[in-house]
């Protein structure tokens, strides 16, 4: 077609395409932070995590090592109390399957594993900013155990971070990042 006014021509166009993309949900995931863990270390306190932003947020840890086989586990920080938990698990040697509960602890026991050659976790968190419960899901292998796990924290506070820590031993190396899921 002829175009009498280029300039606004391209200028419709231009508007049309970011009225289509920019009008498009924005999903996916926003990096907020990363830390390194330490060498040695019995816990690592991850700060200015959780904020109004976004309501469910990935923790992923890759690299590093525990000093031996453990279960990690996560605290929301400033809590001690009122986490329910279950994890179905399966002995990869034997194919064994099995359940692992509590009805009030004082973290979240199996968010993730640690071993001499690596550490895993991998956790969704649901409302831990919200002044409501928080939840807690993920994949879980440790050592020669693997299954998914989940958490229910019973309590109605707002909180801005957390604290990961081996359920015995210490940590060394490997990177903690925190992603929020975009609204």
């Known amino acids: 077609d002829y175009v009498k006014d280029g300039a606004l021509s391209i200028e ?5 395409i970011d009225a289509t993309v920019f ?7 926003s990096l907020i932070k990363t830390q390194t863990i330490g060498t040695a270390v019995s816990s ?8 109004v932003t976004y309501d469910a947020y990935k923790i992923i840890i890759s ?5 031996g086989n453990s279960d990690l586990t996560i605290i929301n920080t400033g809590s001690s109390a009122s986490y329910a938990q279950i994890l179905l698990y ?29 550490l ?9 900013f919200l002044a409501k419960p928080t939840t807690f899901s993920n994949p879980f292998v440790t050592g020669a155990v693997g299954g998914c796990a989940a958490a229910y924290h019973n309590v109605s506070t707002s909180y801005t971070g957390f604290t990961i820590a081996p359920s015995f031993g210490t940590l060394t190396g490997g990177t903690i990042a ?6």
Do not use: R
């Open 178 to 183: 925190v992603y929020g899921y975009n609204k």
């Open 44 to 51: 690592v306190t991850v700060t200015d995590a959780y904020s």
């Open 120 to 128: 895993q976790l991998n956790v969704d968190v649901i409302n831990p």
């Open 63 to 67: 690299g590093g090592v525990a000093s």
């Open 12 to 16: 419709t166009l231009g508007d049309a």
């Open 90 to 118: 399966a002995i990869f040697a034997t194919g064994t399957i099995g359940t692992v509960n509590y009805a009030s602890n004082s973290s979240f026991l199996f968010a993730g594993g640690g071993t001499t050659t690596g």
């Open 23 to 29: 009008g498009l949900p924005s999903g996916g995931l």
